[in-house]
């Protein structure tokens, strides 16, 4: 029986660890935490009055349907989009299901720290290579944050500080400046990720000279590893043909919209509200920048915070009377399906990695 070696008990502890972060009982806090905030919402705010006058007909359940429809669209988008990035290695069916793991790992992660780490691990075990998987989790990552530099900047321009919330007038208040901080570490990130495609081997070699501060050493695994990986997605992304990088900046722009709108219909379905482009249009930039702003929850998946945050943020189009409702039923769509489905996709992925692992 040939005894394993100290690099091959590395990797299955880690392997272990990865599986542990994803188990299924880790759906456990963020769906109670969820829950809470709502119940005790529904508690203060709750409106009976205001509800009854919403009917339950076919128009409410008409724009439910379209919130469903589109937050639907938002996997599809993504699931080309990892199709794409893999040089179609995956098919289409199975880059879904990949997407639906990549999701219930974020939905059970801080969104400060989100699941791009276990999206690595489980792409790796994939039948594409480790620096493969590397690159397409580093290059989501990289088109993922220019979207949010480039279209915040341009939703600012348009609305100003009411982008945040209805009362706002000057971006030196708190949301305003938790708005700043976010967008400017994302800014530093995206530079970071960007300059080292072209310049991989001196963002390494910053990344060892930061390792070495006292302070900071704890953490210079973690460093000495992002330095590999910008290394390797170098490598992999910059001889690209220009359609590769257009088709994965249209995927990525579709599957974030589509996330956006969905609050769009949600309101559209409780109350009546202005149908004006730019009143829609609003509402769509006030769910991203609500998004953005709690980009350092320490929840998983920002739960309380974004449900806490829902009747503030759109307050001049749904009361505080009936927005605990809106809450609930926009995470009922976007975010509990991923909890429940990942719990009874990844039992069927491991079984199947170890079963392609023992007959290889």
């Known amino acids: 029986m040939r005894s394993i070696s100290v690099t ?6 880690e392997q272990q660890k990865v599986l542990a972060s994803v188990q299924g009982t880790r ?29 339950w007909n076919g128009k409410v359940w008409f724009w439910l349907g379209c919130a469903v429809l589109i937050y639907a669209l938002r ?11 893999s040089d179609h290695e995956f ?70 500080p009411v982008l945040i919330r209805p009362e706002m007038e000057s971006m030196l208040e708190g949301y305003g400046i938790t708005f700043i901080i976010v967008w400017l570490f994302m800014l530093a990130y995206g530079v970071m990720l960007t300059w080292g495609l072209f310049r991989p081997r001196i963002i390494k070699r910053i ?28 490598k992999e992304i910059r001889n690209r043909p220009f359609s590769f990088h257009l088709q994965a900046t249209a995927t990525t722009i579709g599957a974030w919209v589509t996330r956006f709108l969905t609050v769009n219909f949600i309101i559209l379905a409780l109350v009546e509200i202005d149908w004006t482009f730019m009143s829609q249009f609003l509402l769509y930039a006030r769910s991203q920048t609500m998004y953005v702003i709690t980009q350092f929850s320490p929840t998983p998946g920002g739960s309380g915070v974004m449900e806490l945050l829902f009747s503030g943020f759109f307050s001049d189009y749904i009361s505080k009377g009936i927005g605990s409702i809106g809450a609930l039923l926009w995470r009922l769509i976007t975010y509990y399906p991923y909890l429940i489905i990942g719990v009874i996709i990844i039992p069927n992925w491991i079984r199947r990695v170890l079963k392609t692992k023992k007959q290889a």
């Open 8 to 13: 091959e008990q590395k990797q299955i502890q």
């Open 27 to 55: 759906i456990i806090l963020p769906m109670i935490l969820g829950l809470a905030v709502v119940i005790y919402l529904i508690y203060r705010q709750f409106d009976y009055e205001e509800f009854k006058l919403i009917k």
């Open 75 to 85: 996997h599809i988008f993504y699931a080309y989009r990892l199709k794409i990035l």
């Open 91 to 160: 098919s289409f069916k199975h880059a879904v299901e990949l997407v639906f793991i990549w999701e219930f790992a974020s939905s059970i992660s801080p969104t400060s720290i989100g699941g791009s780490a276990v999206a690595v691990f489980f792409l790796s075990q994939e039948k594409i290579s480790a620096a493969k998987a590397v690159s397409i989790v580093l290059y989501t990552v990289i088109v993922d944050t220019l979207f949010f530099l480039i279209s915040l900047v341009f939703l600012f321009f348009i609305f100003g």
């Open 207 to 234: 990344l060892m000279t930061i390792a070495k501060i006292p302070f900071i050493r704890k953490y210079r695994l973690k460093l000495y590893q992002i330095g590999q990986d910008v290394v390797i997605t170098s």
